[in-house]
């Protein structure tokens, strides 16, 4: 939310309190702890369930990734602003819960509205043999932390396929803890990358080390589209994401893919590029972890449909919205709800806000064209 910081007022009990309503959250991911802490802050009373027994969602497996360990201190300052909510008699957090449809149609009594941010699943494409147990999901390595060989196959070269190699080259399965924000080592890092801190040598460049973080793995790394892979990353990352694998010397790049099939030996089969040119190779490999995209998780709002719950049910965050996992997205779109679900116009269907388009946004939608 930087740079509407006035846009957005969240002051406590800003609501009266004919307007205040009792509002049950499904799913502490980014939305749901963004709309929980938001309307329960301006005067809302807020139930907040989720099937885990840890708050955070998606965090908790981007946070895993090498340099985004931020997250780490994302989710720890809203558990922390849950925890106070809670103690005002604002909250009531309710971890380890499973919500049904039934559920909700049981508390109806004691819910004014439902928000739902369960998130997405892992979307599986029609792949023969992807039941073989070599073959794994992100969610797998990345929440589950089920070993991973040293041969790996990568289906999907979106954002969360490039995390997912680049964890791999990193990580050490025999390693007893993930890296927090402030455990990574900066030295490191400047060597690696063939900085000089002291400026002795000329421009303040060195010869990199390529000792540092020597790869773990070796991945191929695929997608579907033709072209760059990493193309559609974020403009501002997305380039140290393409080079951290390009310099690892262990991801292979392949666009242009068509899978064939998983085979009995958990092999997969690909053609790369068409016609004439195709050609057809077997990767020989200990791992499939497929980042093929994700569907968003609405049965809930689907089973409301028709019944007395139907104009109560509002989902945001990748719930409302799969596409890539965007943190960033999820909150804004929290947050702007929590601030306007007691007004009268806000139902199902038209409960997202987003700011208007200020003069830099403006400006830089026209320099992309050049680009």
Known sequence: LACHETELSVEEDAIAPHERLRIGVVGTGPAGMAFATTAATIGHHVTL???????????????????????????????????????????????????SHADMENTSGDIDKWVVAAGVDPRVPPIPGLDHPNVLSYIDVLRHKTPVGQKVAIIGAGGIGFDVAEYLIHHDDNADHDLTADEPNAGDFLKEWGVDPQNASRGGLAMPDESIHRPKRQIVLMQRKKGKLG?????????????????????????????????????????????????????????????????????????????????KVFLIGGAYEAGELDAKRAIDMGTRLALKIHEEGVVPGKHKFQSGEGPEEKLFQVLKRFT
Not at 293 to 310: C, R
Request: with cysteine; proline share 1%; aromatic share 6%.
């Open 49 to 99: 369930f989720d099937k885990s027994n840890e708050i955070g969602g998606q965090f908790n497996m981007a946070k895993r990734i090498p340099g985004k360990e931020e997250f780490h201190e994302t989710v720890r300052y809203f558990r922390h602003q849950l925890a106070k909510l809670e103690r005002k008699g604002k909250l009531e957090m309710k971890l380890g819960t499973e919500i």
């Open 231 to 311: 193309a559609g990353l974020g403009k501002t990352t997305g380039w140290i994401h393409r080079a951290t694998l390009a310099k690892s010397g262990a991801v292979e790049m392949i666009g242009s893919v068509s899978y064939e099939k998983v085979d009995d030996d958990g092999r997969l089969h690909i053609t790369i590029g068409k016609g004439d040119k195709a050609e057809t190779r077997v990767l020989d490999v200990d791992n499939i972890v497929v980042c093929a995209g994700q569907i968003s998780k609405k049965d809930l709002e689907k089973e409301a449909k028709g019944t007395a719950l139907a104009d």
